[in-house]
Nanobody, 131 residues
Framework: QVQPVESGGGSVQAGGALKLSCVASGSRDRPKCAAWFRQNQQFEREAIAAIYIGLNNKPYYADSVKGRFTISHDYGTTTLEMTDLKYEDTAKYYC?????????????????????????WGQGTQVTVSS
């Protein structure tokens, strides 16, 4: 089992930036894909960015974060760089990983990442943006 562990959350003023990191370890089955989801009191858990690890394709981004957030993966760490943060970005952010290649292709390349596509989840890290 690959258990992701997130770090890097915190509080920031609107317009600021934060970087979240996720390391998935503990298994011989290395992740084939990774994603960041977020959830707050108003909305269900939604995918905001996803990446197929080792495949040179465009990551997935939700419309709400395009141009502001960047997902990347390097040396076993999946990073979410967030810039121009807005009040509505306030949420708990979760890192999720998948190990099934076909499921990952569907999630990332087809641009339809869903909670069910990612079997392994971190505990989440809070991001709070003050206006």
């Amino acid at each position: 089992q690959v258990q992701p562990v997130e770090s890097g959350g915190g509080s920031v003023q609107a317009g600021g930036a934060l970087k979240l990191s996720c390391v998935a370890s503990g298994s011989r089955d290395r992740p084939k894909c990774a994603a960041w989801f977020r959830q707050n009191q108003q909305f269900e858990r939604e995918a905001i960015a996803a990446i197929y690890i080792g495949l040179n394709n465009k990551p997935y981004y939700a419309d709400s974060v395009k141009g502001r957030f960047t997902i990347s993966h390097d040396y076993g760490t999946t990073t979410l760089e967030m810039t121009d943060l807005k009040y509505e970005d306030t949420a708990k952010y979760y890192c999720a990983t998948g190990t099934d290649p076909l499921q990952c292709l569907h999630a990332v390349v087809d641009g339809r990442p869903a909670v069910s596509d990612f079997p392994f989840w971190g505990q989440g890290t809070q991001v709070t943006v003050s206006s």
